[in-house]
């Protein structure tokens, strides 16, 4: 109905981490969304419009598969570098996850916040590890932290 949090980790992209010397202003050197995943995140976005959640502000990770599965799923997304992976590069775990944490802890206004990101980053700021396309739902809670409400599998949407 609203005020929860939506962390996503981007639909299926083959692989793991990113090709040596990638650049984050060009998809073509990155990992990215399979054909297959690329379906997933239209059905996701279709799944949860056909359920009636409403969907806020979209933020995503920088990374090209994080932005075309926000992009697929809600035709709409803002970049949010405090969700780029961390996968590479461990130094920047902590600042981005109080980061994410701070926002998180925080009821979304309008209907419900959605974050597209890695596993990696969902993993550390949740405790939990998703599937490709999973939505891990987050509740805020009075005192500025949040707790793991639910999970939707992409099977559990019709998404696979």
């Known amino acids: 109905g609203g005020g929860h949090v939506l962390l996503i980790r981007h639909a299926t ?24 995943g690329r379906e997933e995140a239209r059905r996701l976005g279709a799944a949860l419009k056909a359920r009636g959640v409403p969907v806020g502000r979209v933020l995503s990770s ?9 992009t697929l799923a809600f035709g709409r997304v803002e970049p949010w570098p405090p969700l780029d992976s961390f996968f590479a590069d461990r130094s920047r775990e902590r600042a981005q996850t109080a980061e994410v944490r701070r926002l998180v802890g925080a009821r979304p206004r309008d209907g419900n916040l959605v974050l597209v990101t890695h596993q990696v980053n969902i993993s550390v700021l949740a405790g939990v590890s998703p599937a490709s396309g999973e939505v891990v739902v987050l509740a805020p809670q009075e005192d500025a932290t949040f707790r793991v409400a639910g999970r939707l599998a992409p099977a559990n949407l019709g998404i696979r």
């Open 62 to 70: 920088r990374w090209c598969r994080c932005v075309d599965t926000a």
């Open 13 to 36: 992209a083959p692989g793991v981490g990113d090709p040596p010397g990638f650049r984050l202003e060009d998809c073509a050197t990155q990992r990215n969304l399979s054909e297959a």
